[in-house]
């Protein structure tokens, strides 16, 4: 199993630029989550699904969209980049809401 | 206030030396708490859960104090290897399962 992975691992936007984060998971976890890391302020959650077709906001979900087509995929996208959303984005997935399994990260700077 | 708060360190100790992390939480209707270890610029890991009881795997031993709405990891005999960043996770109390992740505490053990 790949477990849960993330693309791209780095990537710079300007200002106004939308784009999408993917994360896939193989081990058909119905859990999956978006958290952003910044210094000091510990993994934030920006949005979960509890399943395909369902999705719901987390404690930061202003400036970022998610759907849930499929069990494997949970994308999220930012609308219009900004530097405020510079930050580490990681992808998680769990079976039993509690042990999450994170991907490798993505790192996003915005110019 | 910060729902759960760690003492971000850094924490320098020698090889061999025992040392103690605390985690304040301020929800008194949370009911799982993990701890969670990261390394620099990796994804987080789960460690271990914590239970009320109290629990140990090998080195790492794990306290829940509910009254006081205080968890605790002690590692014992401290290897190079454990030099990372210790994250205190906390469970919602609703439904979701969703995770309050403290900003971590860092341990550097020394040779």
């Known amino acids: 199993n790949a477990g849960v992975t993330q693309t791209p691992k780095f990537q710079v936007l300007k200002t106004g630029q939308s784009m999408t984060l993917q994360c896939a998971q193989d081990?058909?976890?119905?859990?999956m989550s978006w958290y952003r890391q910044d210094p000091g302020m510990g993994l934030r959650l920006i949005h979960y699904?509890?399943?395909?077709?369902?999705?719901d906001q987390g404690e930061v979900p202003n400036g970022y969209n998610v759907s849930r087509s499929t069990t494997e995929d949970f994308p999220l996208r930012l609308l219009s980049a900004a530097p405020s959303q510079t930050s580490v984005y990681f992808c998680?997935?769990?079976?039993?809401?509690?042990?999450?399994?994170f991907g490798p990260g993505t790192r996003l700077t915005v110019t | 206030r910060k729902e759960v708060e760690q003492d971000p360190g850094p924490f320098n100790v020698p090889e061999g030396a025992t040392v103690a992390f605390n985690c304040t939480y301020s929800n008194s209707a949370s009911q799982s708490f993990f701890w969670y270890r990261q390394d620099c610029r990796k994804e987080p890991k789960l460690l271990m859960s914590v239970y009320s009881s109290g629990n140990e795997d090998g080195r790492f031993t794990a306290q829940l104090n509910r009254a006081s709405q205080y968890i605790s990891l002690l590692i014992r005999d401290s290897k190079l290897s454990d030099s990372a960043t210790y994250l205190c996770v906390v469970s919602e109390s609703s439904n979701t399962g969703k995770l309050i992740f403290g900003q971590g505490t860092t341990l550097q053990v020394k040779p």
């Open positions: 081990m058909n976890h119905e859990y």
């Open positions: 699904s509890v399943g395909a077709g369902i999705t």
């Open positions: 998680a997935s769990s079976t039993d809401r509690y042990e999450q399994y």
